[in-house]
């Protein structure tokens, strides 16, 4: 069992930046492929990012590409998303996930874990 935890969410104006991580606990990420996914109220949750085991490659929905970061340390068994320049769009809960032996997977079906969610809302 892995168990995901993520912070860094909270109000931030549009153009402003925000960073979020997720702490992951009971095993080690470094054979999991992880992932951010979003979900803004009444709209089925979505894919941002996800990074390889290794860190090596990385994959952005269009919407979030040039703006957000993804990164992990597997040492430290924490992902961080780095999320710059962000607009009203972006507002919505984000949720961490792991996939064992996962491959930076776009299809949210694919993980077998995920965090609670933080809430990031960008005003106008």
């Known amino acids: 069992q892995v168990q995901l935890v993520e912070s860094g969410g909270g109000l931030v104006q549009a153009g402003g930046s925000l960073r979020l991580s997720c702490a992951a606990s009971g095993r080690t990420i470094s054979n999991y492929g992880m992932g951010w996914f979003r979900q803004a109220p009444g709209k089925e949750r979505e894919f941002v990012s996800a990074i390889t085991r290794s860190g090596s490659s990385t994959f952005y929905a269009d919407s979030v590409k040039d703006r957000f970061t993804i990164s992990r340390d597997n040492a430290k068994n924490t992902v961080t998303l780095q999320m710059n320049s962000l607009k009203p769009e972006d507002t919505a809960v984000y949720f961490c996930?792991?996939?064992?032996?996962?491959?930076?997977?776009?299809?949210?079906?694919?993980?077998?874990?995920w965090g609670q969610g933080t809430q990031v809302t960008v005003s106008s």
């Open positions: 996930a792991a996939r064992r032996y996962g491959l930076g997977d776009r299809d949210l079906t694919a993980y077998d874990y």
